[in-house]
C-alpha cells in the first residue's frame, strides 16, 4: 500500500514540483520514496513496505531495458502465478515484488493486462520510447487514481490534495457537485469537488499521448443469478472461495490483523484469517458501542482484541484534519470513527483485514428486503400509489406513522432508491437551502445504471447501483483515506475477483428472504462463528450524532459554523439555523424526521471548505502547529 503523484508536461524546476507533490501523500507512504523525471513526464512514489521489504522493491519499478516506468497503488494477490507465466516467457526479475508482475505484463500482454489481475490497484505505466502514459484503477475502485488536465499539462495522483502543488493546477471550487452531495453524502460520480479534476473509475483505463486522453471501461459486474446448484452445494462454494481470498489477502511480509466489529462480516473474516489481533472502537454511550460484544466474539474464538472509546471531545476536534485527509466531505459519520480505528491499529500493524464488500456482493443491507415485502400494496396500480404517494408528502405531518410508507410506494424503485444512505436531503430541499438551488441530478446518474439491469430482480437492481455508488464513493473512499491517514494498509477480502464471480450466480432467494438479508453467506458463516453473531442485524457503524447536536458545546460549534461567511456563501442560513434549533428544542426528534444527518452533510461540508478553500493552500496535519 502505497501512494504516488505525476503529470506529463513541461514545468519550470520539474523535480522539485514533484517532490512538492510527493510530500503531500508522505501518509500513504512513510518508509521510503523513489522518483523518475525526463523531459516529458514525471513519476513520484511514497512506499509503505509490505511485501518484499528489501530495498529493492522500491519504486519507480522498470522493465529490462528501463524503457518502460511503473508507480503502483495497491496488492496484487496472483502475482506469484503471473510471474511464474512472465519468467517462462523469458522476463527477467529483478525482486520478489508484486508491483514488478504490472511491467513486464504490460510488455506482454499491453492494456489486457488488466484483464488478468486479481487484487486492489491503481497504477501508472510511462513508456518512454512511445510517450505514452498508461494508467488503470481495480474492478471495484478499492485503491483511488485522480487526475486532471490542465494548462497543456496532465496530473495524475492517488489524492487530489497532491495537485495543489503543481504549478499548473487551477484550484477552482466546483459548486455543481453540492446539490447532488446533499442527497448523496458524497459526490457520486467522477466529477471532484474541485473543477477540472476527476475520479478514474473502477474497472477503467485510460491512455494519455500527444496531448489525447482515452478511457476504456475493461470491467463491468454481471448478475446473472445463473446457477443449478443447491442452497448447500452454493454454502459449500460460498465458505471455500472465502476461505481461499482470506489466505490470498494475507499474503505479507508483515503482520496481518483484522478489524472488528460485532457483525458477521468482519467476524468471520477474523476467524477465517486466524490474525493474532483485532481493533475495535466504540462510545461510552451503550447503544453506541460495539465494544463489548467484539470483545465477547473475539474471547469466543481466543483472539486478542484492542478496543479504544472515542471521546466526544477528540471526535469533533479532529474533524479538520480527517477532512484534510479524505480530499473531498464524506458525510457520513462512520469515516472519523474508522479514523480512530485506524490510528488504533496502526500502533501495532501496518496490515488489517476489513469486511467492506459483503453487503453488496451479498445481499446484505436491510433495505433490500423493503421490495419484497408489502406485495400485496404493490398491486394498486401505479397511477394510484403515485396520488396517495404525493398526498402524504404535501397533506400529512412529518413523523405520522404510514407517511414515509406512501411516499416511497408511490414511486417505482428506480425513482426512490439511489443509494444505501439515500435522501439525506430531497433535490427539493436541496433547492430549497441552497442560495443558487440545485439542478436535478439523481435521475441522470441512476437511470444509466438501472438501464443497464433492465429485467433483473429488485435486490439486484440495488446492489448494481449501490456497488457504483455507495461503495466506491463512500464505503471504499473512508476505507483507503482513513487507513492510509494512519499509513496502515486495508485489505478487503469479499472485494475479490474470484467472490465476485459466486456472487453474481446466486438467485435472488439465496441472497435475500425478507427479513433476512445475506442467506448463503450468514449459512456459511454460521458453520464456523457462534449463530449469535451469524445471523445478527445489520447495525452499521453507530455515531451518536443525534445526541451530541443536542449538547450545548457542540450545538454552538455548529452553530458559529452556520453563520460564517461560506456558509452565507452557500446556503440559506436562516434555514440551517432553524433546523439545528429545532434539533436541539426536541423537535423531530423522532428518529425517521430528525433532522441530525442533514445538519452533519451541510456542517461536514463546511468543515472540508474551510480547510481547503478557507486559508489558501490546506496544511498537512503533520506539519499543522496546533
Known amino acids: 500500500m502505497c501512494g504516488f503523484a505525476g503529470f506529463v508536461g513541461s514545468v519550470d524546476d520539474r523535480e522539485q514540483v514533484l517532490v512538492n507533490m510527493m510530500n503531500t501523500i508522505i501518509h500513504r507512504g512513510p518508509d521510503s520514496e523513489g522518483k523518475y523525471v525526463d523531459e516529458d513526464a514525471a513519476l513520484g512514489f511514497r512506499r509503505l513496505s509490505i511485501i518484499d521489504l528489501s530495498s529493492v522493491g522500491d519504486q519507480p519499478l522498470y522493465n529490462e531495458d528501463k524503457s518502460m516506468v511503473l508507480v503502483f497503488n495497491g496488492e496484487i494477490y496472483n502475482y506469484q502465478e503471473l510471474k511464474k507465466e512472465l519468467q517462462d516467457a523469458g522476463h527477467t526479475f529483478v525482486s520478489n515484488t508484486d508491483s514488478e508482475t504490472l511491467i513486464h505484463g504490460y510488455e506482454e500482454w499491453g492494456e489486457s493486462l488488466v484483464e488478468r489481475l486479481r487484487g486492489m490497484y491503481a ?45 499548473k493546477f487551477d484550484k477552482v471550487f466546483n459548486e455543481d457537485a453540492l446539490g447532488n452531495y446533499l442527497s448523496f453524502q458524497f459526490v457520486p460520480t467522477n466529477e471532484t469537488f474541485f473543477k477540472g479534476v476527476f475520479c478514474l473509475q473502477p474497472g477503467h483505463y485510460f491512455t494519455y499521448e500527444n496531448g489525447e ?30 476461505k481461499e481470498s482470506v489466505a490470498m489477502h494475507k499474503i505479507s511480509d508483515v503482520e496481518v490483523a483484522s478489524y472488528l466489529s460485532s457483525g458477521v462480516d468482519s467476524s468471520y473474516l477474523t476467524y477465517l484469517g486466524q490474525v493474532d489481533r483485532t481493533f475495535t472502537v466504540g462510545f461510552d454511550e451503550g447503544k453506541y458501542s460495539e465494544i463489548q460484544d467484539a470483545k465477547e466474539f473475539a474471547a469466543s474464538i481466543n483472539m486478542k482484541n484492542d478496543a479504544k472509546v472515542i471521546t466526544p471531545e477528540e471526535y469533533w476536534d479532529r474533524l479538520s484534519d480527517i477532512q484534510y485527509y479524505m480530499d473531498e466531505p464524506v458525510a457520513d459519520p462512520a469515516a472519523i470513527a474508522l479514523y480512530f480505528l485506524s490510528e488504533e491499529a496502526s500502533k501495532k500493524v501496518k496490515v488489517v483485514l476489513s469486511g467492506e464488500g459483503s453487503d453488496e456482493l451479498f445481499g446484505g443491507y436491510n433495505i433490500y428486503c423493503e421490495p419484497l415485502e408489502h406485495t400485496s400494496f404493490n398491486k394498486i396500480p401505479m397511477p394510484i400509489r403515485r396520488f396517495l404517494g404525493a398526498f402524504a408528502e404535501r397533506c400529512l405531518p412529518r413523523g405520522m406513522k404510514g407517511r414515509g410508507f406512501l411516499m416511497r410506494h408511490g414511486k417505482t424503485l428506480e425513482e426512490r432508491y439511489f443509494a444505501n444512505a439515500t435522501n439525506i436531503f430531497t433535490e427539493r430541499e436541496a433547492n430549497k437551502i441552497l442560495k443558487n438551488g440545485c439542478k436535478p441530478g439523481i435521475q441522470k446518474i441512476t437511470k444509466p445504471l438501472y438501464d443497464r439491469v433492465k429485467g433483473k430482480d429488485p435486490v439486484t437492481k440495488m446492489q448494481y447501483v449501490d456497488l457504483h455508488l455507495w461503495l466506491v464513493h463512500d464505503i471504499l473512499m473512508k476505507g483507503d483515506k482513513m487507513g492510509m491517514a494512519n499509513s496502515l494498509e486495508v485489505r478487503v477480502p469479499f472485494l475479490d475477483k474470484k467472490v465476485l464471480e459466486l456472487a453474481e450466480t446466486l438467485p435472488l432467494d439465496y441472497k435475500v428472504r425478507a427479513p433476512q438479508t445475506k442467506v448463503a453467506l450468514r449459512a456459511a458463516a454460521e458453520r464456523n462463528i457462534r449463530s449469535k453473531t451469524a445471523e445478527k442485524k445489520k447495525l452499521g457503524f453507530p455515531i451518536p450524532i443525534r445526541v451530541w447536536l443536542k449538547e450545548d458545546r457542540y450545538y454552538s460549534r455548529v452553530k458559529e459554523m452556520f453563520q460564517t461567511d461560506a456558509a452565507k456563501k452557500f446556503f440559506d442560513t436562516k434555514l440551517l439555523i432553524k433546523m439545528l434549533d429545532d434539533h436541539k428544542a426536541g423537535k423531530n426528534s423522532n428518529e425517521k424526521t430528525d433532522n441530525s444527518r442533514k445538519i452533519w452533510t451541510v456542517y461536514i461540508f463546511l468543515v472540508w471548505y474551510d480547510r481547503y478553500f478557507g486559508h489558501g493552500k490546506p496544511v498537512h496535519p503533520a506539519m499543522h502547529t496546533r
Open 123 to 167: 497504477f501508472a505505466i510511462w513508456d518512454t520510447r512511445k510517450k505514452k502514459l498508461f494508467v488503470a484503477r481495480d474492478i471495484f475502485g478499492i485503491k483511488p487514481l485522480y487526475y486532471a488536465q490542465m494548462n497543456g499539462t496532465l496530473m495524475f495522483a492517488s489524492e487530489i490534495k497532491a495537485f495543489m502543488e503543481h504549478p
Open 213 to 242: 486522453l482515452n478511457i476504456t471501461r475493461y470491467f463491468e459486474p454481471n448478475f446473472t443469478g445463473d446457477t443449478e446448484k443447491s442452497f448447500e452445494e452454493i454454502v459449500d462454494d460460498v465458505e471455500a472461495v472465502m
